[in-house]
């Protein structure tokens, strides 16, 4: 008689959020001491961090009553949250409404779209309080469209549970219990604040938490002033950050963050987004002062594909002045 084997696969993508792997910086870590691991997150089903969070707002709504079958799930996003909230409402059966401001490139807008989202694009040049800013038509069509649920990312406490309670123990699991730093870049502050407060339990206080944050924003200090790397920094102080789990904020100029997201994938073959620049250049900094017994690690957020146009674009980089000979790479004049 013939038997099958075990058939290994997954209910549904959705189950694959988490459990992402380690990967050591080698080239970018060279005459340092430590250990410096790279948390990576473009390995989530939807692309990016953001998956964990999605699917744990969505569960805890369901659990509440907030989400009820049908509903629609109505966020001012247009980015990673956007496509982990999609994809989970897929699985589930939940409409989903997504605001954002035409700034926004159509590009990512038809990835919300293709997942079956519906996005609503709003005038960018409006402040807050117009009727027509994102902010003011999502909190109009969540009374509006019957059994709307607004995840709201920013006060959110499931954003940081998440993280508590998948990103911290995997951390700790995956590193024996050896690590010693982490390092994450601060947007809502959901990262940072569950892993951290986690590794925080778990090592009774032993493990560093360290944020990186862009030259400008208010976690280093700032009033928002404008920088051009995408989901960190604030310029207000949200629910979803804890002030106290942090030992340090370490701000990384746009510079630093482009030249390094480069780097990181022509040295290390990641292909990644620009606040993983960000996030390395504050690991980096930090190596510096650890030794060899210390293992850091990094969390990067997503992957390089949607920022093709800007990080990855000689233009686009040199009309900033970010461009240095030793960042660029080789260009297509080279290569031919
Ligand atoms: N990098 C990117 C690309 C992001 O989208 C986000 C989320 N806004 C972050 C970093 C920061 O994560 P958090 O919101 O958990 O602080």
Redesign the pocket.
């Known amino acids: 008689m013939f038997t099958l084997g075990v058939v290994d696969y997954a209910e549904h993508v959705i189950d694959l959020v988490g459990n992402t792997p380690l990967v050591k910086l080698n080239a970018l870590t060279e005459g340092l001491e430590p250990l410096v691991l790279a948390k990576v997150e473009y390995f989530n089903p939807g692309g ?3 998956d964990r ?1 999605a699917l744990r707002m969505v569960e805890a709504a369901e659990a509440s009553g907030a989400l009820r079958p049908g509903g629609t799930i109505v966020e001012p996003t247009s ?3 956007g496509v982990g909230l999609a994809m989970v409402a897929q699985r589930k059966g939940y409409r989903c409404v997504f605001v954002c401001p035409d700034k926004v490139s159509e590009d990512k807008r038809n990835v919300l779209k293709a997942y079956g989202a519906e996005v609503v694009v709003c005038p960018t040049a409006v402040p807050p309080d117009h009727p027509e800013s994102y902010y003011r038509v999502s909190d109009r069509l969540v009374e509006e469209i019957e059994d709307a649920w607004k995840p709201n ?1 920013y006060a959110n406490q499931e ?2 549970a998440s ?1 508590y309670h998948s990103t911290g123990p995997e951390l700790w699991r995956q590193t024996e219990g050896r690590i010693t730093h982490f390092v ?11 892993t951290g407060r986690y590794l925080k339990d778990v090592s009774e206080g032993r493990v560093r938490i360290v944020g990186a944050d862009p030259e400008g924003s208010v976690y280093s200090g700032g009033t928002g002033r404008p920088y051009l ?4 920094g604030e310029d207000f102080w ?1 629910d ?2 804890d002030r106290e789990v942090a030992d340090e904020i370490i701000p990384i100029s746009d510079a630093d963050s482009f030249t390094l997201t480069r780097r990181l994938a022509m040295e290390e073959g990641l292909l990644v ?4 620049g ?2 390395v250049g504050a690991a980096l900094e930090l190596a510096q002062r650890c030794g060899p017994e210390d293992v850091i690690v990094v969390l990067l ?2 992957g390089g594909r949607g920022y093709l146009g800007k990080v990855f674009n000689d233009n686009w980089m040199s009309s900033y002045g970010f461009l240095s000979p030793d960042s660029s790479g080789a260009t297509v004049g080279d290569v031919l």
């Open positions: 990016s961090v953001k969070i980015g990673n949250t990312q954003n940081p993280h994450a870049g601060v947007g809502t502050g959901g990262t940072i604040s569950g790397v995408e989901g960190v949200p979803t950050y987004g620009g606040s993983c960000m996030a957020p997503d």
